[in-house]
Each structure stands twice: as structure tokens, then as C-alpha cells.
């Protein structure tokens, strides 16, 4: 196992010197979950088609989000992201799965940028759909997938 | 069951319009977890006392996150905290659940200011540990409690 | 006419001082267009049925945009808006139109916050349609009413 | 004419992926107006002399706003920005034209960049004479010329 | 003396809690200055007249930098400022001292916004000059006074 | 002498044109210092054993700060940095300097980033401990050294 990174010789936190790493090509995707009640599900499908769309709000959020990493967690280097994309699906009556894969061209990953977005994704979800359902629960929130740069491929 | 309020007579997103609701004391208080090797957890505990301490860092995350909440999520409105605090505590030798308390007093809640939180903060400790363990999940995310307003009361 | 107010004694900007006025409910109105080739907005309204969506993203652009005011227009105060609602309209085969209503309960007024939303909702359909039709014009943005405050009623 | 590029197969908005795209050199150059009354004009270049200067304001809020494109333009890539610079002419005696250029050596352009930057300038003359001229109107905001990338060179 | 409040009883950050604090007027004025080269400063007021003006771009720099407090000030509370104003002076022929108030009508005191709209005008003039005299020096940054809240009134 | 170089043919500002200059590998270091009541130094000593850590506030504050710059500085380029550091001492009884490491490999250099990451931890470190000692001094700013890019190496 790797040192963490992080830290000085002052044991205080640092952002990691990566000014002679290499420019790669490198994606990560990650996932999580909302769980909810199943009538909450069905008011998520039925605005899709009769009153508004909140995954598409979800959507919107999570791309967004994902180009304010470098602002919101500490040390995480600012990337400019050559894509975003996110998809939905239903797990059973319950649950909708969150995916979303960024990619970048840059000396470092993209790993905390993708979940990031899934988590934001959920987030929104929760907040169009509060009013109705306050006991949603968001869970399974995990990397899928990174490939490119020093540390090669992970799989989860 | 209420109808989802953040849409208009076009099934379009808005933000909801709160002008006529009452200015009354509330808070909301979430949590979280991350699950990860033993190891990685021990790293964390070592990490406080020789090497850094991943947790303040989370810690201070969290709670410039709470405050950013209406930029990221796209629908909420903007809150004046008036006190954000957030624990940290171990579940067992792989796991670190985060508690947040968010408090306010304005025309509406602060549900999503401790999730996003307890999220942020989750996600900070993924990133700064992420060179020794990116099989890390963050997980059972919630609302765990919150009070104030015309919805009252709620616990998880 | 009275006098430019956000000048200081050196001929410098400054924020206004509003301290000693009072709290009233206030809203605003503004609106704008693009005009596009007509073969554009057909693309744009046959996506909201087959591809996506571009005027729920722009719908929601606007509404974000309209929380950054007092980032983005040096002199603008912070204003914590109770509620943003956008809509659209075909004007002709080649017009959108926009209509964006902003409210609040608060010293200052919201027109800004409107016109922004307004503007950053055409520039989002102007960016998610620029592929195909560079050409496109943004026109005929202003305040269309707004009230509360000293300076009380107004129509364009 | 090219398809819409931001949706995805679900039909939802993405962050196109550029990540094989070309590092060129690309500028854009983009337009717009506000219309007022005369002697609001007359007060905007009498205070550039006795009480401060409305246009270096609006100067410097076009050039920020050009760094913040990616935040408020759902779609939009972060692009590390090279020069932006902002002109204003009055055209006569009720009108002032912005014209802005943006640069960039990047896999995307600026167009977007260039009209925000004009947008954010207009609205922010707007701003600080709407104490004396609440009827300003903002028109005629495009793209003039953008050259760089596969699309190579435009011209209104 | 006051016990240091901004941390919990696991000696880690925290929000102060300020819900129960009672809204009341209050100011906060801070000074600082900038020592340079006579040649910078008298290229600076030159420049005024013949080739631009880095005041004007320092002042509203201080103005804007105010409004961000709660985002860079870890533990700082968002605070709707009511007004904010800059004033420069020569001290002699090699420095610049800036003097910035802020207003509120709140529950938490503005030093810090005022602090930091001094830093940032200062280091701003720094920024435009730069290219001519790296080797300017920002000192004496402080408080000068502030009144409204429990605490009372202050001065240097 | 070199010319002032951020404004344009109309005298207005604008950032500068580095289209054309190369990437290079860059750093800056500064620093600056807090002056305070000894009591006040010795709560911040003891507070990192008992009962909170003022400093690692600080140094994440200054970290995220750097990041920002380009959003503070009005004619800040954005630039990705490759790393941050920040280091605390103490200089006597009444008194902590902080020396700030930034690093890039870009068209321009990170001075703006290196003296604002010290501005900010000075500032945080007044913030959480202005309850005991409101006159607290932010003193002697500078540069200390800069390398990279066509002026070369510079020390203070």
C-alpha cells in the first residue's frame, strides 16, 4: 500500500505536486443509488411525461457539479473535463441507479469528479422529490471503472 | 401524498415560490457512511496523530460545501446558515459514519444543506485516501431528522 | 431623473447603501428572444419529443443564473431570492421567447436577477444549438414590470 | 446541417466529449447593444469625467464573466481563457455597442465565452442606471466572427 | 478572555451557532496599503488620465471579493451585505492605502468582509502591476473599526 | 521599465493576450505574516492538542483559495495548478508567518495564486480567533520567488 499523498513534513494537507505527470487520455465511471417509496418512483415516471421531468434536473445538476469539483473538495486539482454523461435507470419498483462517466485529457483522474456527479444526481432527486417522500435514501455511491495515468485500470 | 411542487404550468422546473411562508428556527440533521479496508481505516486514525489528519480536512469540506448549496442543486433556494456542525465517529475497524447538523432561520429547510454535507465530507475522505484504497462505498446517506416549518417534525 | 447612486465621493463605484431600507415583497418580470432558422426550431421542438431537451435546459440555466446575480454584476447586492419561474414561447417559426418572474421579500429589487435569467436562458439555447445554426440572435431583452420598493410600480 | 450534439441516447443533455479533439489556436469576437434614453447616454460620458465610469465597470464585470461560462452554461467545457478584451462605442445618441473577443488555444472554442462576456456588460450598464432609466433595452447580441477548430471560420 | 468558539467537543471546526443572535446594523471599516516603487505609483496615476485605471479595477476587485467571503473564509457565515465601499489615498510617493467599509443588517459581524475587500484591492494593484515591479509589498492590514452586535464597538 | 500591460487602446482594461506564449513548468512563493497578543498564540498552540486545529483551517482555506484566483483577480488568467503547499511558523511569541508553494506548467505565472493562498490563511487564522483578539495585524505580503516564463527568476 501507497503512502497517502496528502499530507507535508508538517503533517498538514497539501495538493499533491503532479507538475511532471503525463498527459493522458482518462475516464472514470461511478454509480449509487435512491431508494424511495415506490409511489415516489411512479410520480418520477408519470412527470416525465405529465408534469416535468426531475431526472432531467438530476441530470443537469450532476453535469454541472462535476466541473465545480476543484471547488468544493479540498484538494482535488481543477481539471477541465473533455466530457460528461449520465444515465438513469430503474433498479426494481424502488430504486433508480445513477451512472456517470467524465473523461479528461489532463495529468490527473477523474475518479472524485465522477462520483461527485452520481452524487449530486441523487441529491436533486432527492430534493424535486422531498415535499412528498423525506425518507429517500441514497446508498451504493462507489467508483465502477478508471483507466489512464500511472495507476492503470480499476475495476471496482 | 403532496404533489411535486417544483414544476409550472408548462411541466417545467422552477423554484418553488416561498415569498408568504414564515421565518421560523430550523435545523436538519443527516448522515452517511464510507466503508474501506481496515487498513485504510487504521491510516486515517495513525494519519491524526503523525501524518495529518484526514478528517479536518473532511470536516472543513463539509461545512463550505452546506454553504454552496444553493449553486449546486439546482432548484433549492439560498439560505443564510446561521450554524453548521458536523462528528465524525467509527462504526467498526472499516467504516466512518458522519453525522451533520445544519440550523437556519428562514422561510425554508435545510435538509439538503446536511446532506450535501454529510456527502461532501464522505467524499473527502474517498479523495484523500483514494491512492491506498479507491474500493472505498460511501452509503445509507439520509436525512436523519429535521424540525421547523409548516411540514414539522420528521425522524427517519 | 435622479442622480447615478452608485458612484462614491472619489467618482468611484461603490455597492449603494441600502441598510435603512425596509423589507418588502418585490418582484420583477423580464423577457427576451432568439431568433434562429426555422429549420432550428423544429430540431428544437421535434428533441423535446425524440432527443432531448433544450428548453428544460435552458430552463434551468436561467434559474441557476438567476441565484449568481451578485457574483456576476459587481454592484449588485446578494438578494435571497423566494422564487424564480421561467417560460417559453414561439413568437413565429422563428422566435423564442422568453418571459422569466423573480420574487423575493427583501431591501432591493430583483430586476437584474430577472434580466439575467432571461439572458442566460437564451444563451443556453443559443450554445445547445450552435452545431447547426451559428447565426442565431439575441434580442429584445428588458424588464417587462416589476414592484415593491420606494420606487414602486413599473411597465415597460 | 450537423445533428444536435448534447443529447444523449436517453434523450438527456451531455457534456460533449472532446477528448480527441484538437489543441488549436481559436478566438471569437461577438456583439450587442443597449438602447436608452439620451440623457441617460449623456450622464454614462459626463460621469466618465466628473462621476466615475459606468463602462469600466461594465468592462471588467464582461471579462469576469467570460471566466465563469463553464459555471453558468449547463453544456459548456471549462476552457482556460487566453485574452478577453471588451470595446464599447456609442453608435448615436440612445445607443452603445460592446464588442467583445475572446481567445483560447484549446479543443473548443469561445463563443459562448465571447457572448456572455457582451451580455454581462450590457446588463451590468444596465444595473448601475437603472435608478434613472428602468427602460434600457438590450438587443442585438450575436456572434460577429469565430475562427479556429474543424468548423474553421464564421462570419455573421 | 473569550474562549476561541469556532470548535465542537471534538476539538474540529464548526459553524458558530448564531441562530439565537438578534439582527441589529453593523459596520466593519479595514484599511491596508501597498508599498512600492515611485516610478509604479506614479505610472499608476498616469495611467488614471492616459492608459487605464488599476484603481478602478482594484476597487471593484474589493467590492466583488466581499460578497465571496463565506466561500473562502472556511467558517465565515453568508452574511447579505447592505453596502460596500473603497477609498484610496497616497501616503507618500511609494505607497497606496486602501480604506474599505462594509454594512449589514444581520445577526454576525462584518470585519472579515472588510478585511478581505482591502487584501483584495491591494493585491490586485499588485496584479496590474506586476509586470513592472514584482517586489511590492502589502502590510499593515487590519481592522480600523466596527460597531453593531453583542461585542460592541471596536477600534484599532 | 516595461509598459503596464493590462489595458487596452480605448484605456480600459483587459487580460492580456498569452496565446502565444509558451508552457512552461512554474512556481511562486510568498509570504506574509499575523501579528497578535501572545495569549492569543498560545490559545492557538494549545488549541491544536485540545481543542481544534486554527492552522489546518488555514491551510485548507489557502489551498482552495489559490484555486480561485482567476475568479477574485479581475485580469487573472485561469490557470490549472499542479500543486499547493502552505507552511506555518512561528517567527517569536506574537507572531506566525505563512509561506505559500505554488506550482503550474502554463503560459503564466501563479505570483496572484501564491500571495492570495497567503492572504487567505492569514485571514482564516484571524477569523477564527477574532472573539479573543479583534486587532490582530496581517503584515509584510510578498512574493519571495517565482521562476518560469520569459522574465525568469525573481527574488524579494
Redesign the interface.
Known sequence: ????????D????????????KIT?RFAVAT?KIKMHP?TLN?IHE?KI????????A???G??????T???????????????????EDDNDTTITVTTKV?????TGV??EA??AA??AL??I???????D??????????VE?DGGK?GH?T?
Open positions: 500500500m501507497d503512502e497517502l499523498t496528502h499530507f507535508n508538517q503533517n498538514r494537507a497539501k495538493m499533491v505536486d503532479v507538475t511532471d505527470k487520455s449509487g409511489e410520480r412527470g405529465k408534469k416535468g421531468d426531475v431526472l432531467a434536473v441530470q443537469i445538476a453535469i454541472m457539479a462535476a466541473k465545480q476543484s471547488s468544493l473538495i479540498p484538494m482535488c486539482h481543477l481539471i477541465p473535463l473533455t466530457g460528461v454523461d449520465i444515465h438513469f473523461k479528461t485529457k489532463h495529468v475518479e472524485i462520483i461527485l452524487q449530486t441529491l436533486t432527492y430534493d424535486m422529490c422531498k415535499a412528498i423525506r425518507g429517500m435514501l441514497i446508498t451504493d455511491v462507489h467508483l478508471k495507476s480499476f471496482y
